[in-house]
């Protein structure tokens, strides 16, 4: 099969190699599936040029998420998933090498899901990594029904979904962004007020908004760089979900600012996820994807042959959603 890979970290042009790597197959409890999309996220890149994470083996095919057609199963699986539409996310995660990107992978069946018809690939190749990222954190609110949860970051590619979520399970949602642009975008995704934080005071217009209340829950796109702003906005009982932390990887709180208000603080990364959590993700999204109505954002598409290309882009360039690697386009 096509593939690309790196045998060392450093700049994805440096390193990344494209050609020849053998073809899987679908061992007891797998299914092979036929990629026609592999999606690039941070994570990934930060793996390809060594950020926070050592060389996992002597090749890596890179790329947790990708969605494609089942064309082979292994001992053990329902022959109903032979030929099925499918995403599927945490391809190379845990020990796994061999991610998606590349014509085909085969993996365990519990992290594929159906892609229904109404989805694109390319789509389908956003929904491991964002998607139920956006989905645990939400959740992690409990029951939002009538409550007012903050979005920070509601544009970008987990928090989008995050703001989509957030109004599906009932909440009124506050999205902070960086631009005009940006800003329409979360508006697309449900937000009900959005704050541009460049230009605006978000504490004074989050609570201008709430009267003063506060949110109920923030799911964060960096943890130590906003706790100045949300933790004054949390309000009795209040949480914060977040899934990065680049403005400050070691923020300061003391004890009594979270026990006077019985505050919740949630870590999250999707892989080390509880099982039972993850799966939900995976059935509420299908469940969703065949009611239709979810908007995903795909920022830009390369070849196979330039996953390099791909990885540059969301290593060093502003976007808007997620990059995703054609896997059937190999030239």
């Not at 800003?183 to 217009?205: F, L, M, P, S």
Request: charged share 15%.
């Amino acid at each position: 099969m096509k593939a690309a890979w790196y045998p060392r970290q450093g700049k994805p042009a440096d390193v990344m190699q494209f050609g020849e790597q053998p073809t899987p197959h679908a061992g007891a409890g797998e299914v092979r599936v036929r990629l026609h999309a592999s999606a690039v996220n941070p994570a990934d890149t930060n793996r390809t040029v060594g950020r926070t994470y050592a060389m996992e083996g002597p090749l890596i095919i890179p790329n947790s998420d990708g969605a494609g057609v089942v064309d082979q199963i292994g001992a053990g699986v329902d022959p109903a998933w032979l030929n099925k539409r499918v995403w599927l996310y945490n391809g190379q995660r845990g020990g796994r090498l061999l991610g998606t990107a590349a014509e085909t992978i085969a993996l365990n069946v519990d992290l594929v899901s159906a892609l229904p018809d109404n989805t694109g690939f390319n789509e389908g190749a956003c929904l491991g990594i964002p998607c139920m990222t956006a989905h645990r954190c939400v959740s992690l609110g409990g029951d939002l029904q009538g409550k007012t949860v903050l979005v920070t970051g509601g544009a970008g590619a987990v928090g989008h979904y995050a703001v989509q979520w957030s109004k599906r399970f009932g909440a009124r949602v506050i999205a902070t962004v960086s631009s005009d642009e940006k800003a329409v975008h979360a508006q697309a995704g449900g937000a009900a007020h959005v704050i541009n934080y460049k230009t605006e005071n978000v504490i004074e217009r989050v609570r201008a908004i709430t009267g003063n209340a506060g949110v109920h829950h923030v799911v964060d796109v960096d943890f130590g760089g906003n706790l100045a702003t949300t933790l004054p906005l949390l309000a009795v009982n209040g949480s914060i979900a977040y899934y990065v932390t680049k403005g400050n990887p070691t923020p300061t709180i003391t004890a009594p600012e979270l026990m006077r208000k019985n505050l919740s603080i949630h870590a999250v990364l999707l892989n080390n996820a509880p099982h039972a959590a993850r799966k939900r993700a995976q059935n509420d999204i299908v469940a969703w994807l065949h009611e239709g109505g979810m908007v995903h954002s795909v920022s830009s598409v390369f070849p196979l042959a330039n996953t390099a290309g791909a990885h540059e882009a969301v290593e060093y360039r502003p976007k808007n959603g997620t990059v995703v690697v054609d896997c059937a386009n190999t030239l």
